[in-house]
């Protein structure tokens, strides 16, 4: 499972932290997530599905979910943007796919640090998420989670200018939707109006994506 190098740097990596807080002071349960960490940094099991990694583990997937959230809790927290664009990245390689035409996207979510991520920046956009027949089946409007990136951009107005300038064209229409009067929702609701197309709707994606970085 583990290179002779890797081995090498997980077994000091261990005995470190094993020692940082005095021999015997961890919990099983604390230990179990910090050998779960430290696969995970060896890349082993780090891009792998639930499925994979449970099987690989011999434990069940939904240990597996919870290792991965508290290892991340625990020894690193997630980069809240990245996570937020590589969802945005795979909302727009699945509206690329010739069977897309409109409405909502669906993909698979299953990894429980990215949940945790997105359902916060769903919180913060004030909306709600419509999960599949279970919470690794994630399904979304490409406008909605469009206002979900702007929410939780530091610079949302700025952003949001920049962006109307950008896919909109008619200046009349680009003054309504900018108008100080409206709401960020009311903006993103009026950009909406205006972008309906596939197309458009993943060049919108592609730049809140870009926002992010």
Same mark, same amino acid.
């Given at each position: 499972?583990?290179? +002779?190098?890797?081995?090498?740097?997980?077994?000091?990596?261990?005995?470190?932290?094993?020692?940082?807080? /005095?021999? /015997?002071?961890?919990?099983?349960?604390?230990?179990?997530?910090?050998?779960?960490?430290?696969?995970?940094?060896?890349?082993?099991?780090? +891009?792998?599905?639930?499925?994979?990694? =449970? &099987?690989?583990?011999?434990?069940?997937?939904?240990?597996?979910?919870?290792?991965? @959230?508290?290892?991340?809790?625990?020894?690193?927290?997630? &980069?809240?943007?990245?996570?937020?664009?590589?969802?945005?990245?795979?909302?727009?390689?699945?509206?690329?796919?010739?069977?897309?035409?409109?409405?909502?996207?669906?993909?698979?979510?299953?990894?429980?640090?990215?949940?945790?991520?997105?359902?916060?920046?769903?919180? @913060?956009?004030?909306?709600?998420?419509?999960?599949?027949?279970?919470?690794?089946?994630?399904?979304?409007?490409?406008? =909605?989670?469009?206002?979900?990136?702007?929410? &939780?951009?530091?610079?949302?107005?700025?952003?949001?200018?920049?962006?109307?300038? =950008?896919?909109?064209? +008619?200046?009349?229409?680009?003054?309504?939707?900018?108008?100080?009067?409206?709401? @960020?929702?009311?903006?993103?609701?009026?950009? /909406?109006?205006?972008?309906?197309?596939?197309?458009?709707?993943?060049? @919108?994606?592609?730049?809140?994506?870009?926002?992010?970085?």
């Amino acid at each position: 499972m583990l290179t +002779d190098a890797q081995k090498l740097k997980f077994g000091n990596d261990f005995v470190e932290r094993y020692l940082s807080h /005095g021999f /015997g002071s961890m919990t099983k349960s604390e230990i179990d997530i910090l050998v779960f960490h430290l696969i995970s940094e060896a890349e082993v099991i780090k +891009d792998e599905s639930n499925y994979r990694v =449970a &099987n690989k583990l011999q434990i069940t997937e939904s240990k597996v979910k919870s290792l991965r @959230l508290n290892s991340s809790l625990k020894y690193k927290p997630a &980069n809240h943007r990245a996570v937020l664009g590589n969802i945005v990245t795979r909302i727009i390689e699945e509206m690329q796919k010739p069977e897309f035409e409109s409405g909502q996207v669906t993909i698979t979510l299953e990894n429980s640090v990215d949940q945790r991520e997105f359902e916060h920046a769903v919180k @913060l956009a004030h909306r709600n998420i419509e999960y599949g027949m279970n919470r690794e089946l994630l399904k979304v409007k490409p406008i =909605a989670l469009f206002e979900i990136v702007m929410a &939780n951009l530091e610079n949302a107005e700025q952003e949001i200018t920049s962006i109307v300038q =950008a896919h909109i064209t +008619d200046n009349e229409k680009q003054a309504e939707i900018l108008s100080s009067a409206l709401t @960020l929702r009311q903006k993103i609701n009026k950009i /909406g109006e205006e972008v309906s197309a596939k197309s458009g709707l993943i060049a @919108l994606l592609a730049s809140a994506g870009t926002a992010l970085v």
